[in-house]
């Protein structure tokens, strides 16, 4: 066997595997005893199959299966051994096709396309300072968050009469140009949550309201959003220009939700038996969640700008042409035109992992398993949190939680790829020169919508 690889530029290369008759004639021949041992055929005991009619029927199918296991492994082991740093993975090229038999064996050239990675050249730290968001926790904030929370854990109740934050059931009856039922019109139930409807003349119309009240609007006019018009009217893929009209409503039910009161039955569902034992507690904790969240969205607003700088300074060029036919064959989902607007992200996200790794090796960064099992560990604990049932976790769950987590290996590879990632932001920002600002929410996300809009 031999192998050569032809340098087409910087960024491309051919392989070629050159096989001789002695390189594959042994592993196909054991490969044929095998066979005859498991084929069913009739006329013969199993395992009885003389390997002779075995190889007739069946030889060329297994020549080619242990010819592209050959190839594969001899791939491979040409790129490990001479640390090629490839893209995507090797592509077999057009002229592959040739006849293959075991009555003539021959010799064979398999050649490949490769996508080669560039060499990363970056200066560190850069020269450019860094804006770093600052960003306040006020009192309304955390105000609304508790109003939110206590609403999201309350009890459903049935007032008599609505009020704004009640939903209301009820059945729509299509009405025709006279505001009489329509005959053979159309009729739904479905419940309306009053916050819903964007119409400042109709919501009032919904307030007050008793059991068999009766609402007539235009839900096409009335509502913003059609995919809500389209619940509350039961409709699925009906162009909604033909229900722009009147509809009668008539209300079967009231439904409200009763804040949940501040109590420590309510803190120890969030957060554990005994973590928070007063409203001052439960306010700070609170505060220190939200800061969280505006800690992540501001080192969020600095990784990105991170990565605009050194993506820049880099300037790395990609074997576009290969990686996009790569992409078509390796997923079938994928179309042109998807390729086509999706492509410029991609390629983005794939220099960035290269800068990355090339900051993670040269700077000796590692992740033991123990940061592996604790980052699995915070995952399942923020899920739980997030809705609510961090008092259904203990330590045994919590445990066979991870095992099983993290007994896909799939699941390992993105928690490598995350804590790489927080290893080289953690690096970073200890390096750049920055500019600290204090800003509040609302001018945070103005600042980050106009650099949105700036990069569209």
Not at 373 to 397: C, F, M, P, W
């Amino acid at each position: 066997m031999n192998i050569i690889q032809e340098k087409v530029d910087s960024l491309n290369a051919i392989l070629k595997v050159q096989i001789a008759p002695e390189d594959y004639k042994p592993a196909v021949d054991t490969a044929i005893k095998k066979h005859a041992k498991q084929v069913n055929m009739p006329g013969f005991r199993k395992g009885m199959v003389p390997p002779g009619l075995v190889r007739k029927m069946y030889g060329k199918s297994l020549l080619v299966e242990e010819l592209n296991k050959i190839v594969s492994d001899a791939i491979d082991k040409h790129i490990n051994d001479n640390n090629i740093k490839v893209l995507g993975n090797p592509m077999p090229k057009a002229d592959n096709n040739f006849e293959m038999s075991l009555e003539n064996p021959a010799d064979f050239e398999f050649a490949f396309e490769m996508g080669l990675a560039p060499e990363v050249n970056i200066t560190l730290p850069p020269s450019k300072t860094f804006t770093a968001y600052e960003i306040t926790v006020d009192s309304k904030v955390i105000d609304d968050e508790i109003s939110k929370i206590q609403r999201r854990y309350g009890k459903y109740i049935s007032p008599e009469v609505s009020d704004a934050e009640c939903s209301v059931y009820g059945t729509f009856q299509e009405l025709d140009a006279d505001g009489n039922i329509a005959e053979g019109g159309h009729t739904n139930q479905s419940f309306i949550l009053l916050d819903k409807i964007t119409d400042s003349d109709v919501r009032p119309q919904f307030i007050g309201k008793k059991l068999m009240d009766v609402v007539t609007f235009n839900p096409v006019q009335a509502v913003k959003s059609a995919d809500e018009v389209k619940y509350m009217l039961g409709l699925k893929s009906e162009d909604l220009s033909n229900y722009d009209k009147n509809f009668r409503f008539t209300i079967e039910r009231i439904n409200k939700v009763e804040n949940a009161e501040l109590t420590t039955d309510l803190f120890d569902q969030l957060y554990g038996d005994g973590a928070v034992t007063d409203i001052e507690g439960f306010r700070e904790k609170v505060k220190s969640e939200i800061a969280e969240g505006y800690r992540y969205e501001s080192e969020h607003s600095l990784k990105h700008e991170l990565e605009d700088t050194l993506l820049h300074d880099a300037n790395l060029q990609l074997p576009d042409e290969f990686l996009k036919r790569w992409l078509l064959s390796a997923n079938d989902k994928i179309t042109e035109e998807q390729l086509a607007r999706e492509y410029h992200q991609y390629a983005r996200d794939l220099k960035w992992r290269l800068i990355e790794n090339k900051i993670y090796s040269d700077n000796n960064m590692q992740i033991n398993p123990e940061e592996i099992e604790n980052y699995a560990k915070s995952l399942i604990v923020d899920q739980y949190l997030r809705y609510g049932q961090a008092h259904l976790l203990n330590e045994e769950t919590l445990g066979d939680m991870v095992k099983r987590y993290l007994g896909d290996q799939n699941n390992i590879q993105k928690v490598i790829e995350n804590l790489t990632g927080r290893k080289v932001f953690e690096h970073l920002n200890q390096i750049v020169k920055k500019d600290v600002k204090g800003v509040t929410h609302e001018e945070f996300v103005d600042i980050m919508s106009k650099h949105q809009h700036h990069h569209h």
